[in-house]
C-alpha cells in the first residue's frame, strides 16, 4: 500500500500552529560576559536565507539557566521586535525557569510582546514528583499566559522529569486551555507516537533529537526543534519536505532525506567526539555556531572558551565532514571554511 493510501486511511489531524523546523537560538555574549543584542540580529539574518522560520529562544542552546530573568526579557524583546520588523519568522519564548515566580513573570511579559507561544522546561532541582504536580505547574503557567499557546519542554536527560508524554497531554489538555504541544527532545519513539495520537491528534508534537528527524517524521511529526537547524535549516529542511504535501513521498526525495539524515548524525557524532576531546568543556553548538554562521561570542561558565588548537581542530573535522557531503546534502556554509 502506498504512503498516501496509509495517510487517506486515517482521520486528518487538525492543523498545527508550528511546522517546519524550530531554531532553538543561541544567546550571543560580548568578551566580558554580557549579552550582545546585535548577536540577535546576525542570527535572525542568518536564519532568514534558510528553511527556517520560527525560533526558540533561551532554551537548552540559549543557555537559559545561566540567564538572569531580566537577560531573558531582554533577549525575547530583541527577537520579537525582529520578528515584528520582518516578518520573516515567528518566535516562541522559553520562560522555564527553578521558581515557578520567575516563570510566570516571563511568561506574562513574552505575552505583553506578542510572543506567538511559549515553552518552559520543569523545575529541575525540586522537581515534579507526581503527574498531578506536573500539571499543576503547568496550570500555574498558564494562567500567567491566558492568550499565548503553551508548549511543555520535555527534555528528560536534562531535567530528571520523566512521564510518559501521551499521559501528561491526557491529564494536563483538559484543563490547560492555552495547552498547545510538546517539545519533544527524547529517544521514547513510542511515547512520541502515542503523544501524536492523544484526543485526535490536536496537539503540536515538535521533535527535538535531530539525529532522529527523519524516524519522527515517519511517525507524522511535522515540525522539530534542534541545535543544528541554527546552522543547517537549509538541508535538513529536505528530512521534513517530503511528506509536508501528504501525498506520495518519491523514491528520491526519501532516499535524500536518508543521505541528509545520515549526515546529520555523522555530524553530531564528530562533535560530541571533539567535546570529549580537545574541546571538553566548551560548548560544540557555540563554536560550531561561530565557524560556519555567525558570530555568537563566547559561551558563560560552566561552559569553557574553547583554545585556539580546539578550535582548528573543529574547523579540520567540519571540512573532512563537508568533503563527505554533495549536492543538496552539502551546506553552502562548506564552501567558507
Not at 235 to 253: C, K, R
Request: net charge neutral; charged share 15%.
Amino acid at each position: 500500500m502506498s504512503i498516501a493510501l496509509l495517510l487517506s486511511a486515517s482521520p486528518a489531524a487538525p492543523a498545527k500552529l508550528v511546522t517546519g523546523l524550530v531554531a532553538p537560538t543561541l544567546t550571543p555574549f560580548h568578551a566580558n560576559g554580557t549579552v550582545d543584542l546585535a548577536g540577535v540580529d546576525r542570527q535572525a539574518n542568518f536564519l532568514q536565507a534558510t528553511n527556517v522560520s520560527w525560533v526558540f529562544c533561551s532554551g537548552t542552546t540559549g543557555e537559559s539557566v545561566d540567564l538572569t530573568v531580566a537577560e531573558r526579557k531582554l533577549i525575547a524583546e530583541r527577537w520579537m521586535a525582529l520578528s515584528k520588523k520582518s516578518g520573516a519568522f515567528r518566535v516562541i519564548v522559553h520562560v522555564g525557569a527553578e521558581s515557578i515566580v520567575d516563570t510566570k513573570e516571563m511568561a506574562a511579559h513574552a505575552e505583553s510582546l506578542g510572543a506567538h507561544a511559549i515553552a518552559a522546561m520543569p523545575p529541575t532541582f525540586i522537581k515534579p514528583t507526581s503527574l498531578d504536580a506536573l500539571v499543576a505547574t503547568y496550570a500555574a503557567i498558564g494562567s500567567s499566559a491566558p492568550k499565548t499557546p503553551l508548549f511543555y519542554y520535555h527534555i528528560p536527560t536534562k531535567t530528571g522529569v520523566d512521564f510518559l508524554m501521551a499521559d501528561f497531554l491526557a491529564a494536563a489538555g483538559p484543563k490547560i486551555p492555552t495547552l498547545t504541544g510538546i517539545k519533544f527532545t527524547d529517544v521514547n519513539l513510542q511515547d512520541l507516537n502515542e503523544a501524536l495520537h492523544v484526543d485526535g491528534g490536536r496537539f503540536n508534537i515538535l521533535y527535538g533529537r535531530d539525529q532522529q528527524l527523519l524516524s519522527a517524521a515517519v511517525l507524522g511529526v511535522d515540525g522539530a526543534v534542534g541545535s543544528t537547524y541554527n546552522f543547517l535549516g537549509e538541508t535538513m529542511g529536505l528530512v521534513l519536505a517530503p511528506f509536508a504535501a501528504g501525498g506520495d513521498v518519491s523514491a528520491a526525495a526519501l532516499e535524500l532525506a536518508r543521505t541528509v539524515q545520515l549526515s546529520n548524525a555523522r555530524l553530531i557524532s564528530i562533535v560530541v567526539d571533539w567535546t570529549n576531546g580537545v574541546g571538553a568543556g566548551a560548548n560544540w553548538i557555540k563554536e560550531t555556531e561561530n565557524l560556519v554562521a555567525v558570530a555568537t561570542g563566547p559561551p558563560r561558565l560552566p561552559y569553557l572558551e574553547a583554545t585556539p588548537a580546539a578550535r582548528a581542530a573543529l574547523a579540520s573535522a567540519l571540512k573532512g565532514w563537508c568533503a563527505e557531503l554533495n549536492g543538496a546534502a552539502r551546506p553552502s556554509w562548506c564552501a567558507r571554511l
